[in-house]
């Protein structure tokens, strides 16, 4: 019985993270952001070995990853929140994902807790 094979096409995938929020508010370096991203993700186990699979651009306030190889959009989650650890951002600021194909920067909600003390 003979089995059909799969063809592995390679589709390019496109990952993007919306950074509008902290950038017009000035808390984001946008380039910086770029940067740390070029020289972390890993291709073939080394970091900043992008070559011609993956490639990084900034348009306005987003930053787009396309990628000709397998690539998880969680991965760019993970170092999207390592960035922000090492700005000293990660608690102002959180990840979420805003399409199939996307996050976007979004400030945590601190509302006070209407609880206030009666001076008596």
Request: net charge positive; glycine share 6%.
């Amino acid at each position: 019985m003979a089995t059909k094979g799969r063809k592995s096409k390679s589709k390019e995938k496109v990952f993007s993270i919306d950074c509008t929020t902290p950038v017009e508010d000035m808390v984001l370096d946008l380039g910086n952001f770029e940067d740390f991203l070029r020289a972390k993700i890993k291709v073939d186990n080394k970091a900043g070995n992008l070559g011609d699979s993956v490639a990084i651009a900034r348009e306005a306030n987003k930053v787009s990853v396309r990628s000709k190889i397998p690539f998880s959009k969680r991965y760019l989650k993970y170092l999207t929140k390592k960035f922000l650890k090492k700005q000293q951002l990660r608690d102002y600021l959180r990840v979420i994902a805003s399409d199939k194909s996307g996050y976007e920067l979004k400030y945590y909600k601190i509302s006070d807790g209407g609880d206030a003390e009666d001076d008596e």
